[in-house]
Every structure is written in C-alpha cells, then in structure tokens.
C-alpha cells in the first residue's frame, strides 16, 4: 500500500504502549519555515521547522481531510476589542488548504476550538549522529536530525 | 366608531396563557398625523399642517393588507388598534395578558429629513405615552429611534428611557447601513446604560429594496423578505463585534419568524471556522453568541400548521434552537398571524409555554423583572453595568417631557418593581 | 521513512462508495486568459473587452468587492504549475475526477461576464465561453458537460443563447447567477425559462453575481464573511420570487437547481411562505397550489457547502424535510470549500441515501448517462 494511501474516514492508528523513535531527516533538509512530509508506520506526518525548533503533527486536516502539507503558514490573528487586531507568531499557524481552518503548529490545536478540535501532534527533536548511531540508526555521525516520535 | 365588541361567548382557547403572561409585540395604530399634531413641537406641528404631511404610512404594512390587521379587528375606518379599548378587549383582557409591550410602527423611519425624522420619533413616543401607557397600567413600550443619525437616535433614548414604561429600544431589520456598523454602537451603549433590549422589528426604511436582488413585485414576497432583513442584521451585529463589544447587549427579533435562524447559524458558522481570523473579535462560534445574546418573538413562528401538520416536525424545529430561552410569546396583534384566539402557535408544548410567555421575558427586559437579569445587569438602577466603557449621559430633555409621570415616581402596574426610589 | 508528494493520489480508495457513478453538479473551469476566448468573439467586443475590462455591476475593475479567503476563492492545492486553478484539465482531472471518483461533473464558469453592465458585451462573452467549455473540457475529457452560460439581464438574447445550444448533449443546463437586477422571478428573465423549457434544459442557479443593488436588504455588510452567509438569503428571495410570480404556472416542466446556495433555510423558506400566503393568496390568485408545492416539485440543491449544524442529527431532519430526493452532490472544485465525497455527508445516510444523493438524484434532474 502506498504511502498516504490511508483511506478516509479509517479510524486513527490506536496508540502504542511505546512510541518509537524515528529519524525523519537532516536537520539542514528543513530550513527555518520549512516543512516535509513524511509517512511513518502508515501515518503521514507533517514536520516543521520554526526557527530552529522542530515540530510534528499529523498531515490530514480532522475536517474533511485536507492534506495540511499543501496549506499556508500565517500568524495568529486574535482582538481584544472590534477594531483591534492582535498579530503575532508569524509563521507558526497553518491553514488547511481546503477549508482555511488554522491550527496551531506546536501543538496541533485549532484555533476555532483548541480543546475539541486538535491534529494529533508528535514529539519531535534535534538529535546528533553520534547519539543517534549509538542507537544504532544509520546516520552520519557528523550530521543532526531531526527525530519524531510516533 | 368603537370596535365590535367581543363575541359574548369567547371561542375555546386551545392553550391559556399561563398568569402573568406578557405580550412581547403589540402594535398600537397611529390613526393618522392628526393624533401626532399634539405631541409635535410647534416648528413641525406647524410643518406638517403647512407641507401636507397627512401620513407617514410604510409600506411594509399597507393599510389595507390582509396581514396588517386581521378583519375582525378592524373598525369602520378598516383600521385596527388606533384605541386603547379595541387593544383592551381584543387583546389584553381577551387573553389575559398581564404586561404587553407596544411597538408603534407608524413610519417615521422612512423620512429623509434626519431632523423631521427625530421630530416626528418624540411625538410618537409622547403619543403612545400619553394616549397609552397613562391610561392602561399594563402596558409598556419600546422607544422609536430615528436611525438617520445616531446622536439623534441617543437622545431620543436619554430623553425617554427615565420613564420606566419604556422598555425597549426599537429599530427596523433594514435601514441604511446594517445594525452591525460601529457607527450605531453609541445607540447600543445608550440602550445598555438604562437596561434596554434593542428590540429589531420587521420593516424597513426603503432604502433598499427588499430583497439584495432588486424590488419584487408583489407584497408576499416583501413580507417573506423580512426574514431575510433579520439574517443579515445578526451577521452584521456578529461579524462587526456589537456582542464583543457590548456583552450586555440584548437584542430581540420582532415579528421575525423563527423556524429560519437555526440553517442561518449553521451556514454562518462554517465559514466563521475557516475565516474567522477576518473577524477576530468573533471569537466564539456565532450560534453561541446568538444564544446568549438573542431572543425571537413567536408570532409567527413560520413553522408548518394547519391540518395534517405533524406536531413533532414543530417539536424538532424548535430542538434545533438548542435553548428554550430564546423564545418570547407575543400576539403580534393587530397583525393576522393566528384566527380566534389560537394565540400560541401550532406545536408549542405547554411546558415551553410559562418560559416563553413569563420567564423569558422577564430575563429579557429588566425593566420588567430586574431581578432574573440574565446579563447580569446591576438591578434596579441606571448605573452602566461593571465593565462597560460609557459613562451615563444626564438624559438631556428630561424636564421637557410632556405628560411624563415624575421620574421615579410609584408607577402603576404592579408587576413593575424597577422603579427608583 | 518514506517521503510522500503532498498531494496524496487517493484514487481507487472509494470506501463505501465504492461502485456509484458520482454526479458532481459544480465544478468551476476557468480559461489560462481571456485570450482563450478571443476565436470565439468578433473583433468589435474582443476589442471593447481589452479596453474596459469586464465590468460588473460594482465598482471594481479589477479586485473583489469583498476579498477572498484565498487568492481566487480557490484551495491552495489547486493551483497548477501554469494558469490559475480549474484551468488545467490534466490537474483537474487528477484533483477533481479521479481523486473523487466522478463519473460525470457539469462545468459551472463563474466571472466571465454573465451579469455584466454592458448586455452586448455579456452577450458576446457568453457565446465564446459556450464554444470554450466544449472544445476545452468536454471534447477532450467525456467525463465534463458544459453550461449554457447567458447574458441572463438580456433575456432575448438568453433565450437565443440557449436555442443555439439546445439539443446539445455537451450541455447539461442553463447557467444563472443567483444576484441579478431583479429577482429571477421578474418577467423580463422568462423567455430564458421559456427556451429552457423548450430544450430540456434545467436552469441551475449559482450563487454569486452582483446584482447592482447592496449585499443585504439593510445595506453594504463590511466582510466576506458577510457575502458568503448572504448567498443564502439573496437565494431566498429568488426562489420566492420565481414561486410568487408565478413562473412554475406558466412553465410547468422548469427544473431548477439551486447550486452552492446551502440547503438549511429551504424547508424553513417553504413554511413562511405557506404561512402567510394563507392570508395573502388574494393578492396572488396565479398562484394555483401552496408555495412549498412549486418549492419541492421544481427545486433541487447541491450540497456544497454542507451546512454544519452543532448537533448532526438536525441537518437529517432537514433533508428529511427537504426531500432527500431532491439532493445532489457537488465538490465545488477549485473552490476553497470544496466538498469531498468521501468526507462532506453526515455519516449517518443510509447507503441508499448516499448513493442517491451522490448520484441517482442528478440523473433523475439531468437525464443523461
């Protein structure tokens, strides 16, 4: 089965009693800003680098299961008043391509309704090549990379 | 001529109101411009006679239509509510209304000159003043702004709003610019400052056509298009952050229909989740907002009656309202809603009956039951509630209100408790 | 680890739906420029088109009245490597057909003219996006059926429109905007339902246009927010006016379809309207039979945008109320609030419903395949 080949409406993987670690790519392969879409275990998870932090969380929109890799990143739009436009955290939102839905990137929780309404988000982490070969991942030992936990 | 008395045998009522019922929408009928030239200021008295003015007289109820007042209310002149006993003994007695709340319609709204129009609004409040609430202590009634100008709309509201018989704020579902638009807010804070509801009545100025695609030819589909006024003007006081920026504000739909509002909120609210970053200050899905902050008269409900109407589909369409506090009981009298005295539509289980004839309404307007606020209004008192940004104005023209009880004075009607010492 | 492309090919993965031959009544073609349409249009309008534009009735040459969500009201997947989205078949195909199994869609070109100021001009325009649609999309993809696009201010010139493409089978309906000058009822749009009648033709209304008049009956709203919730009440005035003026007394046989509008209010509109035509029939003495009668035999709605109401049980009850017969799906592709087969119907259909309401309902209206 391809990847990314999940059908809709099948219910999310169950989680595992152990969340394995895996090693997504080089650091340098996703510059500040940007994303990269990768499948683990049959999820396709969408990681982002924010200046220089690493975030995960699942690619398919809770909606109607817009594929949140092809959506925009904006800031967070928020008012203490009518009239009032608070703009901040450039970069750090994306908007389902489909529907503009926003969802908070390093947490996975929408805007509209952050309690109810989230995509599943994943630990995510900069790891050495040393570290990670004595865990005996084949990596370069000289390289950093980003790890997802899924 | 008196109106035809009552029938000495009144018909069966299907569903008696509960004690203490209140009658959220009344229309007292201005019987033509000479009842006003008392109440006009000697300028526009003098106007009036001079130019013609004979009639102000709205086309979203012709005299003459069918829905503007039911046959066996109308008197010799084929008019209907122009006295206070035709509103007595068709209305008030006939059902055992307790309090009802008189929305003049006569259509001062539709005047171009904002001047004449502000002139003619404080004769109309004097009139159903005088020729109204002084004569029947079960009455109250809504304030008619002029909405050309929000100053002139404020002052009428400071003008009158120490009289505690008015209870309310009304405007019309289409005007110039949608009720939404911050320019109108100073009217909202004036309404909010005395503990009034904004009442939005069916009707409009004219000054667009009744539908946003163009003038329709026949006057169903202008009365159908007034569903649609309302639709726009909670988007409008939604999107444009009136409820953000005044959380006490109250609004009530008057004679909007009912059945429509629950489609309306769920189209609106899918596209508040995709763009809502537009309208920030919207910061809770609409259908909450709306809850919280609208109530809807229940003539006419616009549900399915008549033979052959299942009774559940009306049971199901209220269900999707997703709140038995919205609901407010009105007649809607002279206006033919309803035959005989079937007074409260087809499908209104009894158990909703004592909510949305009694306690509904006193939640509604503190005026009449400060103390079951539910927006947590500072009871009894003129004082802005904690946390609004304006200070109460000194109401201009109170000295010169012709007819005006002494303010603060006991008022008749003892259902009223809100009164200053 | 694997790397997947971001648009994932989910082509064949069909679920339930699996074997139903899905009728989509929306979907939006738009030309690479208006270049494409100039084999189709006299030197005079090609000329006066790259002079003043198309002007529709607002003030804005270029822009919208109410800026989009998204750049072109389009989801942002849908932009191919050249054009705007809706422009290349092949991506059209891959996004729209294939991805949502549609074995036939009906092209719906918005913008191109329809309710312009100039009648001549719309005119003009209409018959070259007629001629675009065929040779762009419906030659080259079987899967497509084009609309009769019309000059529909200029009813003549509709009906004449329409007569040169009825018995067509490239054409699935007549295509109107749902703001126009007057409401659709109004005499002056009959000799479109006329010739509409007269071909076979349903009319599908798709909301949007500017009719030249404020967004609401209470004024200009300030948001887009505003003009897409005020699709459905410019809808509920068109449809009380075609039932009040009697258009369905003098064209018996008119199908309408009423595309994009959102179906929630339609039972509600059909209650008011029985309600106070029992005391106002007088005025209306054409009016042969209940309003809501013309409402549920002459009108059917697409489902794009699928209302979401806060318990899913209420939008059931009003398809119930509805008709579910009278339902048909739409994706709305390219648009941002596209609808995906898979995902946009309650989940509580019946399988007979969904299969109805995907596919078996449209054919009933359109009559083909």
Redesign the interface.
Known sequence: MPAGATPPGTPPTPARAVATRHVVAATDEIPPGGRKLVAIGGRDILVFNLAGEFFAIANRCPHNGGSLCAGRTTGLVQSSEPGRYHYSRQGEIIRCPWHNWEFDIRTGRSVIDPRRIKVRAFPAEVASGAALQAETFPVQVEGEYVVVEA | MPPAPPPAFPLPRPLALPPGAIDCDLHPTVPDMRALLPHLEPLWRDTAVERGIDAIESNAYPPG???TARADWRGADGRAATTLAALQSQALDRWNVATGILNPLFGVQLVFNEDMAAAFARALNDWTRAEWLDRDPRLRASIVVPMHNPEHAVEEIERCAPDRRFVQVLLL??????????HWWPVYAAAIRHGLPVGIHAG?AY???????????????D???Q???F???L??LV????F??FPDLRVVLLES?V??L???L????????????????V?R?P?EIVRHHVRLTVQ?L?????PGTDPD?VR??L??L?SDAMLLWASDYPH?QFDGDDIVPAGIPADLLRRIAVDNPRATYPRLDPASSLLGRPTGTDAPPAGTHAAPAPPPHQASIPGSPAHGAALPGATIQGARP | MNVVSPIQARAGVLGPDAGIAILDCDIHPRARSLADFRPYMTERWWNYLQTYGLRARHGFNKGYVFPKAQPLACRVDSWPAEGGPGSDLDLLRAQCLDECNIAHGILNPLGIGQGDQNNGLSAAMAFAVNEWQVEAFCRPEPRLRASVVVPYEDGAASAAEIRRRAGDPNFAHVLLMSRTAEPLGNPRYWPIYEAAEEAGLPIGIHVFGYSGWALTNGGWPSFYIEEMTEHATSCQALVVSMIVEGVFERFPKLKVVMIESGLGWIPALGWRLDKHWKHLKAEVPHLTRAPSEYLKEHFWVSTQPMEEPEAASHLLDVMEWLGQDRILFATDYPHWDFDDPRTALPATLTAAQRRAILGGNARAVYGFL
Not at chain 2, 239 to 242: K, L, N
Not at chain 2, 266 to 281: A, D, L, T, Y
Not at chain 2, 302 to 306: I, K, Q, S, T
């Open positions: 239509a069918p829905i579902c289409m005007g110039e610019t949608p009720l939404g638009r911050r409009s000054r667009h056509p009744v539908t946003s695609v163009g003038w329709p030819s026949w006057y169903l589909e009365y159908a298009a569903s649609q006024g639709q726009s003007q988007a409008s999107t444009e952050g009136a953000a920026k229909g059945t429509w629950p489609g309306f769920w189209r609106f609210g899918k596209f508040w989740k995709g763009v809502r970053s537009e309208v920030p200050w910061d899905h259908a006419p616009d549900a399915p009656e008549g589909t199901r369409a269900d999707h997703r033919w």
